[in-house]
């Protein structure tokens, strides 16, 4: 009795993953294991033919099946050429998808053979997932080169992930996005781990991770090389521990820019931990636009190396990079902003700068532990300060002589 019902059971579900699935092209020896390999479904993978189609086939089958934890696959030892793709998971099945990225996917190669309708601003984009997996030694490469040329682009997000929560993305690689390469936007408890991201330390915008309107995000044990922050956080963020990453080339690891045109905008609660900077031109900064409003707070930042950024601690309320802003009265208010052992050589003499707003002075920031050293001439290090007030603690080289010296906090 058990047994025939179970046998049902398997039968109804075998039923249901058919259907499911009718949309795929061959329909033999696919739903086995709950794998929906993308070459099952007339993926070529040759780097010339575009795939998307075949991706968009497999993606339906997967994520109409009724298997509790599909998974998607790409698999290994081919190159698949993909147009702008968004993966929806509002109306899956599963809450528990996986998306196995073995093989390499990279984008057109000129920005003109872009086939984007709708939705030009991400190449691969993923909206409305709970639980969702992306993983893989796999490779994502944008093939940004001649995008980067452009003077004039329309904020090209490589990898996207919106609106959505419980998502892991661990082990890919990606490469040379036309603008940033990851982005999490609206969404909460994310967590990305052993990526690798590269793109030449020229390429201009192509920050590593951005993260905007996201709450519960960790990032950590990656490597990232780039032309723009490594990482960078935005608006309505909040709750992100940040640790174990090799940065650089790039431009640090970023809070901002924050208040651009006197608007409304919030970060706080971040913890950036054990993060080595190569080269970099920023090690760690917090930068806001005059006339902005809302905060910047509570964010630490620990256990740091520096080789040779230029300038390894950077908080700048005058952030203009176009040289024609005006000083307002108005600024990002920040406050609570810990700095915990951080050591080794700044590209520049000022290795600890703290330009805070005149009207809105930077409050609590407290210095614990700090040794950087002018790699050129270690006597000239020196740093600087401006409106901002706070404390320092242990050895604090360069002196930064605004902070109260105290001998605890
Ligand atoms: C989710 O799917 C993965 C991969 O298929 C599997 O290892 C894991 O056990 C699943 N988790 C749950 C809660 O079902
Ligand atoms: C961040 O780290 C803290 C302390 O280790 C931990 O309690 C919290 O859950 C972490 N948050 C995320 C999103 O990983
Ligand atoms: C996000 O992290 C905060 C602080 O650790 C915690 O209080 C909150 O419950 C977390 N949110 C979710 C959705 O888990
Ligand atoms: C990151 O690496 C550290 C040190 O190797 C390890 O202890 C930790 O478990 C790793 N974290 C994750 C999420 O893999
Ligand atoms: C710090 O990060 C490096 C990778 O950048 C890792 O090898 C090391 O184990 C981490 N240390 C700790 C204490 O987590
Ligand atoms: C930034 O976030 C705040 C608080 O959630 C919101 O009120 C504001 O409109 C946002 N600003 C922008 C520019 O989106
Ligand atoms: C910085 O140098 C101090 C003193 O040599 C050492 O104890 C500490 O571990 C170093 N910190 C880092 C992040 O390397
Ligand atoms: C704005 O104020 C800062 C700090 O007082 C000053 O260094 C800078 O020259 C001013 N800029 C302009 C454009 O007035
Ligand atoms: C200063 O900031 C730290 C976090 O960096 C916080 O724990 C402390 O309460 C703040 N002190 C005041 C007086 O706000």
């Known amino acids: 009795m058990a047994t025939s019902k179970i046998l049902l059971l398997l039968l109804l579900n075998q039923c249901i993953v058919f259907i499911g699935s009718s949309r795929q092209l061959k329909n033999t020896n696919i739903n086995i294991d ?3 390999n993308v070459i099952n479904f007339g993926a070529i993978g040759d780097g010339q033919k575009d795939d998307s189609k075949m991706f968009k086939h497999a993606w339906d089958a997967a994520c109409d ?3 509790p934890s599909p998974t998607f696959l790409v698999p290994r030892g081919k190159t698949y050429l993909l147009q702008p793709l968004t993966f929806n998971g509002k109306h899956c099945n599963s809450n528990n998808i996986t998306l196995q990225i073995d093989g390499r996917i990279i984008a057109p190669t000129k920005p003109s053979a872009w086939d984007c309708e709708t939705n030009c601003n991400h190449w691969i984009g993923f909206e409305n997932f709970d639980g969702l997996h992306v993983q893989g030694s796999g490779t994502i490469n944008g093939q940004g080169d001649k995008w980067w040329k452009l003077s004039c682009k329309d904020n090209e997000k490589g990898f996207m992930i919106g609106h959505s929560k419980n998502v892991d993305i661990k082990g890919l690689t990606f490469e040379d996005s036309p603008q940033m390469h990851i982005a999490f936007e609206s969404s909460t408890l994310i967590h990305a781990t052993e990526l690798t991201i590269r793109a030449p330390g020229h390429s201009p915008n192509t920050d590593g991770i951005h993260i905007q309107r996201s709450t519960n995000v960790s990032i950590d044990n990656s ?3 780039t032309g723009d922050d490594c990482i960078s ?8 521990n940040i640790s174990n990453i090799e940065c650089g080339p790039g431009h640090g690891i970023s809070i901002g820019s924050l208040g651009i045109m006197g608007k409304t905008e919030e970060v706080e609660f971040v913890h950036v931990r054990n993060v080595t900077f190569h080269g970099t031109t920023n090690g760690v900064r917090i930068k806001t636009w005059q006339g902005g409003h809302g905060h910047a707070r509570n964010i630490k930042f620990e256990d740091m190396t520096s080789y040779s950024s230029t300038r390894p601690i950077v908080i700048d309320q005058y952030y ?3 040289k024609q ?4 009265t108005s600024a990002v208010e920040i406050s609570n902003i810990a700095y915990e052992n951080i050591n ?8 600890v700068q703290l330009s805070c707003s005149e009207s809105v002075p930077c409050k609590n920031i407290t210095m614990k532990d700090i040794n950087l050293i002018y790699e050129k001439h270690k006597d000239k290090t020196s740093s ?7 404390l320092r603690n242990g050895r604090v080289h360069p002196s930064v002589s605004c902070l109260q010296q105290e001998d605890s906090f």
């Open 325 to 328: 802003c005006k000083n307002q």
């Open 233 to 240: 956080i935005g608006n309505e963020s909040k709750y992100i």
């Open 65 to 67: 099946s009724s298997a």
């Open 320 to 322: 203009c990079p176009h």
């Open 34 to 36: 709950n794998t929906f």
């Open 384 to 390: 600087y300060c401006l409106n901002a007030r706070g």
């Open 223 to 225: 490597t990232i090389q």
């Open 344 to 351: 080794g050589t700044s590209h520049k003499e000022i290795a």
